[in-house]
């Protein structure tokens, strides 16, 4: 790969706050934000700043590149379907629009599951306090909505973070049946922080080590009430190093025998099988 290939890998990676691609050549920029933007390869991608910290660009972006693999067509069978339906919440991660979960939706539709995906504002990438508020907000309605005392939560990345937040400080676990997280950085990015000077996104500095955040996610566990299973792959390229997606008191299952891209798991019909058994267990 190219100097300049490997930068513009970077600049993607870490503006969808998942910044951990293997690092690209040296700099001898003079501050720190310059450093930044030279090692990230801004400079390459001839984007303007507004471009380069929205959000909404790089999820348009993103999700272009994989539009292909989230078409749903004909479905491959499935489980037997649940005797009694059941409301599931599809939380998306920062820079992820709801479109990723097509395939989910459909499958688990498929499988006996009412689904009801959740886009955060702003795509995540503001206060993941506030976001984990605004998830019991979300809900509260889905509730009055359904009639249903307790919903499921399946959570993508930073999603899983907001989700875990809610149900373990947040009352949440009064409401939800059974958490599912998956290719989740449960206790943050080193490079979220390289991210941030980019992007300059609440969730970025959320999502840094040390964080107030994470210090408030990680000081509590999950409560022994709501069966918590965290999803991770070893080979992911974005969530790195793969232990922050491991949960103390969780069942923590790694896809580890080969490799398995980051926005596979949005389409694996295999690592969906994996999501499925974690809901009906």
Known sequence: MSKTSKRTSWAFAALLSIATLAAAGGCAAPTEEEQAEDELGVSDLNLSA???????????????????????GTLEAGPTPLAKPRTVLLVTGVTIPAAWFKPIEARLQRDGFKTVVYEPPALLSGSLFKASEDLADVVAKIRKDTGEDKIDILAECTGGLIARHYVQSLGGDQYVSRLVTF???QHGLPKARLAATIA?????????????FLTAVNAVSPPKSVPMTSIYTCSDLYIQPYTTSIVPGATNIGLCNKFVDHFQTFYDPA??????????K
Do not use: C
């Open 271 to 280: 690592i969906y099988l994996i999501m499925h058994d974690a809901l009906v």
């Open 50 to 72: 507004a471009q380069i910290r929205s959000p909404y660009y790089w999820g348009d972006k993103f999700l272009s590149m994989y539009a292909n693999k989230l078409e749903v």
């Open 183 to 185: 290719v989740s950085p």
């Open 200 to 212: 300059q996104w609440p969730a970025l500095y959320d999502l840094t080590p040390g964080s107030k």
